[in-house]
């Protein structure tokens, strides 16, 4: 990048791909291409038992009871969509109320907000003190017998904190209200176990555990998937069509309509063999490490402020600002020492307001990153400041 060797931080945003992801995607397309479900011919019943062996792969990724609990989707905005729509038109009544928190990704919020416009419920908020930690104590208030579904992120993209998700859902169920994880930013780098966790939604994008764009993953308790209706109607969701009426398919197609997106979650398989195989134990521990180093680098620089500062385990990202500096030139100037860092305001404009600020900087990172990376880092951002404060 610029003629320098490229330093990736912004993995929050989408990881880069091992070679395995991108060679199984061309083989696929190269060497085994067709369709899934529908064809008897040798092809179509290969690219089929590959594509199913994804949701295994899943399943066990997440921990889950039954590969059926596992939907193919698009993304976790997809995700999140589909469950506000079709949990939102089996379950939600006028004056019901959702809960999100004030650290929310737009993609769960937005979803949520459509649903309690369509059905007459309340969207609540569950606040955080200035270091971007949950209030639990709020949170405990606000949930009552209203309350039919709580909507929180495992570890926030714009702060990095780590949520105490396991409690909360706990906590959610006490009150008879269901809970979905965001795990857009925790599948990636930390062990996942929708079972131990008892989350009865969980969802995370393809692209970000170095999948593919363009697919991503729902997963939800058999139980309740079972008595929510379908999200889009076509062709595999369904069991009998007549035009007088129609019945559909079982878990997990009756989610799944018209054809999958077959070389990515294809891609997605090998993007799981491959995170299992570095091991996310491995992950969590260097990413640990990384945000370690990092943060005791930066955090003595004049003027340079962390946003998100949860005392407890923090995510592998940092979010700054510099006094007198706006993010948009520091991630510039930074490019042209072939840095790459996220600027603006991470999808999450509430958590901005919050802070009364617009942007921040943000460096992620994942576990293909290197300390060296972060000195490299650390010194160009120091000459970057020198450069625009004289
Ligand atoms: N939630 C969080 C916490 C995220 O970080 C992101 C992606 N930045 C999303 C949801 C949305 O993911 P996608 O754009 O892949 O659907």
């Not at 929050?12 to 091992?18: D, M, N, V």
């Not at 209030?135 to 017998?145: F, P, V």
């Not at 949520?163 to 990636?188: R, T, Y």
């Not at 009426?245 to 309509?257: D, G, S």
């Amino acid at each position: 990048m610029h003629g320098k060797p490229l330093v990736y931080f912004d993995s929050a945003a989408t990881a880069q791909k091992p070679s395995i992801v991108i060679q199984t995607i061309s083989d696929f397309y190269r060497d085994h291409y067709a369709t899934v479900h529908r064809a008897i011919y040798e092809l179509a019943i290969r690219a089929t038992e590959q594509y199913q062996q994804t949701r295994q792969k899943v399943q066990r990724f997440l921990h889950a009871k039954k590969r059926e609990e596992i939907i193919f989707t698009r993304g976790t905005t997809e995700s999140i969509n589909l469950v506000a729509y079709s949990f939102g038109k089996a379950f939600v009544k006028p004056g019901d109320e959702i809960l999100v928190s004030a650290m929310e990704h737009h993609s769960n919020i937005v979803p949520w907000q459509i649903l309690c416009e369509e059905r007459g419920a309340v969207l609540k908020v569950i606040p955080m003190n200035e270091k971007g930690e949950l209030l639990l104590d709020e949170y405990a208030h606000l949930l009552n017998k209203r309350t039919k579904l709580v909507a929180v992120n495992q570890i926030s993209n714009a702060l990095g904190t780590v949520n105490p998700i396991k409690k909360m859902i706990q906590m959610a169920h006490e009150k008879g209200a269901k809970f979905l994880v965001d795990g857009a930013q925790s599948a990636p780098h930390i062990p996942v176990d929708v079972q131990d966790l008892d989350a009865d939604f969980f969802v995370f994008s393809g692209h970000k555990v170095m999948g593919p764009t363009g697919i991503g993953i729902l997963y939800g308790k058999e139980e309740l998937l079972n008595q929510m209706p379908p999200y889009q109607g076509g062709g595999d969701m369904i069991e009998k069509v007549t035009f007088s009426h129609t019945t559909y398919n079982t878990l997990p197609f009756k989610f799944e309509a018209g054809t999958p997106m077959i070389a990515e979650i294809i891609g997605l398989g090998a993007a799981i063999d491959y995170m299992e195989q570095v091991g996310m134990e491995n992950i969590q521990q260097w990413e640990a490490e990384l945000l370690r180093y990092a943060t005791a680098q930066i955090k003595d620089i004049p003027g340079l402020h962390i946003v998100g500062q949860a005392a407890e385990k923090r995510g592998g990202l940092i979010s700054f600002i510099i006094d007198g500096i706006h993010p948009l030139d520091i991630g510039s100037l930074l490019d042209l020492h072939g840095i790459a860092i996220r600027t603006g305001h991470h999808c999450a404009q509430p958590v901005m307001d919050f802070f009364h600020i617009s942007s921040t900087a943000r460096a992620s990172f994942a576990f293909y990153n290197t300390k060296e990376e972060i000195d490299y880092f650390v010194s160009c951002l120091q000459e970057c400041i020198r450069k625009i404060k004289n």
